[in-house]
């Protein structure tokens, strides 16, 4: 059973960067596609950005191209979020989520395991 920890959350001011962690354990992201999803206050839980388990291939929600990168460290078995030029409403508890050889998605019924989550709040 694949578990998923998220790490790196924290306040932090607008224009700054923040970098999430996603580690596992009883599996290896070589063979999941993992994606973030994010879910602010009273608000849904939004597809932020995913990467594919063998081709690497990454993709962003429109809305978050340009600041967030995700990347994956196959010897540290950790998927990463580099969120730049934050601002205040990328404020939300961000998740990590992972599909066996599964395929990009956005939705999360794709996603099987779930971390519990790394509040991220960036004040203005």
């Known amino acids: 059973q694949l578990q998923l920890v998220e790490s790196g959350g924290g306040l932090a001011q607008a224009g700054e960067s923040l970098r999430l962690s996603c580690g596992a354990s009883?599996?290896?992201?070589?063979?999941?596609?993992v994606a973030w999803f994010r879910q602010a206050p009273q608000k849904e839980r939004d597809f932020v950005t995913a990467?594919?388990?063998?081709?690497?291939?990454?993709y962003y929600a429109q809305s978050m191209k340009g600041r967030f990168t995700i990347s994956r460290d196959d010897v540290k078995n950790t998927v990463y979020l580099q969120l730049n030029s934050l601002k205040p409403e990328d404020t939300a508890v961000y998740y990590c989520?992972?599909?066996?050889?599964?395929?990009?998605?956005?939705?999360?019924?794709?996603?099987?395991?779930w971390g519990q989550g790394t509040q991220v709040t960036v004040s203005s």
């Open positions: 989520a992972a599909s066996r050889f599964g395929v990009v998605s956005e939705s999360r019924r794709e996603y099987e395991f």
């Open positions: 009883g599996g290896t992201f070589s063979t999941y596609t």
């Open positions: 990467i594919h388990w063998s081709t690497g291939r990454t």
